[in-house]
């Protein structure tokens, strides 16, 4: 069962990182040299989108690894899953704290009524999203190596 557990939590983890990172270094990049009006109603609808989408899978990669955690709590590799579920944990805080209130607004901008800093508010996102990325990154790492 133990065994089981590990692999799906390893998989869901690894699918949200491969996401995340496809936002940071491709999607993101291929919006951002979009006309500004596309490039702006992209990326607001991929905040709806995927707004709608990762904090499903950020809570349910969180509770995953938690419970790895607490059962695999006598095996070997222990530490790196305890490890593991703290950077997803951060990273859940700081998708609260710091990246939602950006996203949040900037899903419901068009080129009307966008804010004359949107783009310096979706820079804001991108550095702390990259951030992100770095923590859930290791997570997953770590994870890996813990299988092993």
């Given amino acids: 069962m133990l065994n089981s557990l ?25 919006l951002n040299a979009l006309p500004e009006d596309s490039a702006q109603l992209g990326h607001a609808h991929g905040g709806r989108m995927l707004g709608a989408v990762m ?3 950020y809570i349910t990669s969180l509770v995953l690894v938690a419970v790895w955690a607490v059962a695999g709590r ?10 593991a579920g703290a950077l997803l944990l951060l990273s859940v805080v700081m998708s609260i ?8 607004r900037n899903k419901t901008w068009t080129p009307e009524n966008r ?19 770095a923590e859930i990154i ?11």
């Fill in 115 to 133: 804010p004359a800093d949107w783009k310096q508010q979706l820079n804001r996102w991108n550095r702390w999203h990259y951030v992100r990325v």
């Fill in 6 to 30: 590990e692999v799906i939590a390893t998989v869901v983890v690894g699918l949200m990182v491969g996401v995340e990172f496809a936002v940071a270094f491709v999607l993101g990049p291929i």
């Fill in 97 to 104: 704290l710091l990246l939602v209130p950006i996203n949040n």
């Fill in 55 to 57: 904090p499903v899978w």
């Fill in 138 to 148: 290791t997570a997953f790492a770590l994870l890996a190596v813990a299988r092993a």
């Fill in 74 to 83: 006598h095996h070997d590799g222990s530490g790196l899953v305890v490890t």
